[in-house]
């Protein structure tokens, strides 16, 4: 229901942009985030918006770098990427209320790979 697009190589200091499409639910209603994950490392949490889309949440480490924004896709917009972004990025919508936690998303799109090189 999630697909998840966009995954590539590229330089450290370059830019990426995802993109997730849903299927088979009402995308409004849902909050959708994106999170990843690195080899050897858990899945942590990068960015939500809200379903208006007037609020975001950013992890620290990807503030001012990353901008999340939807309208019937959701995006996530990676400028000055650094090799520690590489990981496959991940879109999740939850129909509850605002969270960061990974299990509290309901829907989960199949990943795309981010590399960067140094």
């Known amino acids: 229901q999630l697909q998840a697009s966009g995954g590539g190589l590229v330089q450290a200091g370059g830019s990426l942009r995802l993109s997730c499409a849903a299927s088979g639910l009402t995308f409004s209603s849902v909050i959708m985030a994106w999170f990843r994950q690195a080899p050897g490392k858990e899945r942590e949490f990068v960015a939500l918006i809200t379903r208006s889309g007037l609020s975001k949440i950013y992890a620290d480490s990807v503030k001012g770098r990353f901008t999340i924004s939807r309208d019937n896709t959701v995006y996530l917009q990676m400028n000055s990427l650094k090799p520690e972004d590489a990981a496959v990025y991940y879109c999740?919508?939850?129909?509850?209320?605002?969270?960061?936690?990974?299990?509290?998303?309901?829907?989960w799109g199949q990943g795309t790979l981010v590399t960067v090189s140094s």
């Open positions: 999740a919508a939850a129909k509850r209320g605002l969270t960061t936690k990974s299990w509290e998303y309901d829907y």
